[in-house]
């Protein structure tokens, strides 16, 4: 049994996006043995679609733009749910993080001077996005990447995480699926930091994201006893190509571009936060009226030089050309605000284990997220979690040997191949992204979260009845996809739960029965965990 843990670390990091990244070097730069795991490379992870630009008030576009503007935004946009002193640790630390990302070799697009060029996103009082033309979070994982090969962190690609290995509410490591061979391994750790990404591949084909965004790292941290904060938040961007989903970054319209409806007409402020819009792209669009993203306007030169990524997506996905032609958008599920709770040290409930970047709820973005600021968490409390992990590690060794995880989750993947194969999970899983769009969506009612929940309840009772036809276990996609779905589930359930208790609307929570924020609720949190395998809700703060 005790070969079954290939190697121990002092700090092990799961997910290799920005997030990951900054914690690695955080953790690195202390002298710890650092590993990075993940299910694919980290060139790869969901950091490379960020386009618009990294937040911070570094106050040299001559508009006055102050850290405490920062602030002030992203307390407003968070709609009560926000703390504000993880969001002043947030916005003052972020003029440091981008002077680090400099320094790193990030390639940020420059004003004449040579200064760090920013641009106005949607929220924004002021031109705070540093970018990289619409690159940016391309560009900023690359620079990080190299930099954790450069400083001799550990890279274990191809690992799907299975579970986290926890003894009396202390995380000793995790377990795997070494997907190269089929093997079921784990790694130890004195501290794991999850940074696993979001959840809105619940929207399946009604989604920005890659088709990896799963929510493992989520629904394992559900498991292992901790409690996730917030799920019922997921942030629908305004501009999404209409036939693929695929991303129009919020820069086409910090750079001036407008939104029309089919018979040209304006109807939204093109820079109010993403919410706003979205839900107004979504009232044209019941009403009958197709939507569009106007850059034209711009210039041909100005698109090549500042827009070169959407040009070339629109005209690859959608087949117009942007300088030319009128993009066909629709809003579709981009950023989920949920995730596992942590403190102010970025830890779970669970000791050791800290999360980070989207799949933590460190109360910065609240009921919608500014644009802009989810680049700024990876960087500025991924780079908090990896330091304050490698403190816990050094002070609390541990050892995941013998540890009967190992054994259970062996166990469990042996026994996938022997489900019957009665039931096609692919069908499902595109089945549960179509009803989740439009019943548990940008708009929301009771019935329509009623009826997804019963849906879903029933394929959690079939899942045992669906199994996997590839019995390879070589670079079994089938098996892991297979994992992957039952991950969505169980989030895919704590999501309607925590939806129809909050009776209101606020941020990216709207419902339709409820059309206005209920003072009730101010500063009232959606708490999920489980107990003896039974999902568990509280609003906590409820009066």
């Known amino acids: 049994m005790d070969k079954q843990v290939e190697a121990h670390f002092d700090v092990l990091v799961i997910g290799g996006g920005a997030a990951g990244l900054s914690a690695a070097l955080a953790a690195v730069e202390s002298g710890a043995r650092v590993a990075v795991m993940g299910k694919t490379y980290p060139t790869r992870s969901q950091t490379s679609m960020a386009q618009g630009g990294i937040n911070a008030a570094l106050g040299h576009m001559g508009d006055g733009d102050t850290a405490q503007k920062h602030i002030a935004d992203t307390l407003r946009s968070s709609k009560t749910l926000g703390s504000e002193a993880a969001i002043r640790r947030l916005c003052e630390g972020a003029p440091t993080a981008i002077a680090w990302l400099d320094g790193l070799g990030v ?20 031109r705070r996005a540093c970018y990289a033309q619409d690159y940016t979070g391309l560009k900023l994982l690359h620079t990080l990447y190299d930099a954790a090969l450069k400083a001799g962190v550990t890279f274990l690609d191809e690992y799907f995480l299975l579970n986290f290995i926890v003894e009396n509410k202390r995380v000793l490591g995790a377990t795997a699926i070494e997907m190269r061979s089929g093997r079921t391994v784990a790694f130890g750790a004195n501290a794991v930091v999850a940074a696993t990404g979001g959840y809105a591949g619940l929207y399946r084909g009604f989604t920005t994201n890659a088709a990896t965004t799963t929510g493992d790292g989520t629904a394992a941290a559900l498991r292992a006893g901790c409690r996730l904060k917030d799920l019922e938040f997921v ?13 129009i970054s919020e820069s086409a319209r910090g750079a001036g571009g407008r939104l029309v409806n089919g018979k040209g007409e304006s109807f939204v402020d093109e820079l109010a936060t993403r919410d706003e819009i979205a839900r107004a792209i979504w009232e044209q669009m019941e009403a009958g009226e197709e939507v569009f993203l106007d850059i034209r306007h711009l210039g041909e030169a100005f698109i090549d030089e500042e827009l070169p990524q959407e040009r070339k997506l629109a005209i690859f996905y959608e087949g117009v050309d942007p300088a030319r032609n009128l993009i066909p958008v629709k809003p579709v599920a981009h950023y989920t605000m949920g995730g596992i709770a942590v403190d102010g040290n970025h830890m779970s409930d669970v000791a050791g284990l800290f999360a980070c970047g989207e799949c933590a709820n460190a109360e910065v973005h609240g009921a919608n997220r500014l644009g802009g600021n989810a680049l700024l968490e990876t960087v500025v409390f991924g780079r908090e979690a990896g330091a304050n992990a490698v403190v816990f590690a050094r002070q609390n060794p541990a050892s995941a040997k013998g ?6 989750d062996s166990a469990f993947v042996r026994a996938v191949f022997d489900f019957p194969n009665r039931i096609d999970f692919y069908e499902k899983r595109a089945f549960l992204g179509k009803i989740f769009y439009h019943n548990a969506g940008i708009v929301r009612s009771e019935a329509g979260l009623k ?10 009772s079939e899942l045992a009845f669906m199994g996997v036809a590839d019995k390879s276990a070589v670079y079994n996609t089938n098996l892991t996809e297979f994992v992957e779905f039952g991950n969505m589930l169980e989030l895919a359930e704590a999501l309607l739960v925590c939806a129809l208790h909050r009776p209101e609307t606020r941020g990216a929570h709207q419902r339709a029965e409820f059309t206005k924020e209920n003072p009730d609720f ?11 395998g039974t999902l568990c809700n509280e609003m906590k703060g409820l009066k």
């Open 403 to 408: 540890h009967p995880q190992i054994m259970k």
């Open 235 to 247: 942030q629908f961007h305004p501009t999404a190509l209409k036939g693929s989903g695929v991303l």
């Open 522 to 532: 101010d500063g009232v949190h959606s708490l999920s965990w489980k107990e003896e």
């Open 107 to 126: 390639p940020f697009s420059r004003l004449e001077d040579g200064r760090i060029a920013q641009r106005r996103l949607g929220g924004a009082s002021g």
């Open 451 to 460: 009826g997804v929940l019963s849906a879903l309840r029933q394929m959690q």
